[in-house]
């Protein structure tokens, strides 16, 4: 069982290129969520998804997509990545809502633009 | 709109000291209020919650109670350890909004040997 994971740990773009995040989760969790983490700012909701072929936008979501088009498995992806989307990234799940949920979250991602 | 808002850190105190982390929250409706902890390097991961007034949570000799007449939920250890030091997040879930969680900006903790 290995809870959330990410995939890369680490990444370096330039300005203009594009890339894909993973996230995976085994625990059959309906729900799951993109942060941004940045200094001072606490985490950020990025984009998440209430099931298999949702998603729906967070408080931070210009310059990126996402997709779930499996149920355990969220993308996140940067089209055209900026400097301002230098951040660590976490991916978190939980199980369908209900009154006091705990979010699983992930190692996340560092990404650095140039 | 929800928010929660915890005191700045970085908070540094010695080993076996206590405690006190405050949070305080603006909610309409009745939020569920947590604690999650991000140690070094990792993700965050949670400590303790309380789902409705006057719950307590306790994990790990932390505890906090959800205390609606105040709005806080603050955080307390009796004895910290060396291996407390991390950042924590106090955080509430909103019933209105797909139950998303809204954290604060956290609060780094350094104990010292």
């Known amino acids: 069982n290995a809870g959330v994971t990410q995939t890369p740990k680490f990444r370096v773009l330039k300005t203009g290129q594009s890339m894909t995040l993973l996230c995976a989760q085994d625990?059959?969790?309906?729900?799951m969520y993109w942060y941004r983490q940045d200094p001072g700012m606490g985490l950020r909701l990025i984009h998440y998804?209430?099931?298999?072929?949702?998603?729906a936008k967070g408080e931070v979501p210009d310059g990126y997509n996402v997709s779930r088009l499996k149920k355990q498995n969220f993308l996140l992806g940067l089209e055209s990545a900026a400097p301002s989307q230098t951040s660590v990234y976490f991916c978190?799940?939980?199980?369908?809502?209900?009154?006091?949920?705990?979010?699983?979250f992930g190692p996340g991602t560092r990404l650095t633009v140039t | 709109g929800n928010s929660v808002t915890q005191m700045e850190g970085p908070v540094t105190l010695s080993e076996e000291a206590f405690l006190t982390i405050n949070c305080t929250y603006t909610?309409?409706?009745?939020?569920?209020l947590f604690w999650y902890v991000q140690y070094p390097g990792e993700g965050l991961q949670l400590l303790l919650k309380?789902?409705?007034?006057?719950d307590k949570g306790s994990n790990k000799g932390f505890e906090a109670t959800y205390r609606k007449e105040t709005t806080s939920f603050h955080l307390e250890k009796g004895s910290v350890q060396v291996s407390d030091s991390a950042v924590y997040f106090c955080?509430?879930?909103?019933?209105?909004?797909?139950?998303?969680?809204?954290f604060g900006k956290g609060t780094r903790l350094h104990i010292l040997p």
């Open positions: 978190a799940s939980s199980s369908h809502q209900a009154q006091g949920y705990e979010q699983y």
């Open positions: 309380a789902t409705k007034a006057d």
């Open positions: 625990m059959n969790h309906e729900y």
């Open positions: 955080a509430l879930s909103d019933p209105n909004r797909d139950d998303k969680i809204i």
């Open positions: 998804s209430v099931g298999e072929g949702t998603t």
């Open positions: 909610a309409t409706g009745y939020p569920s």
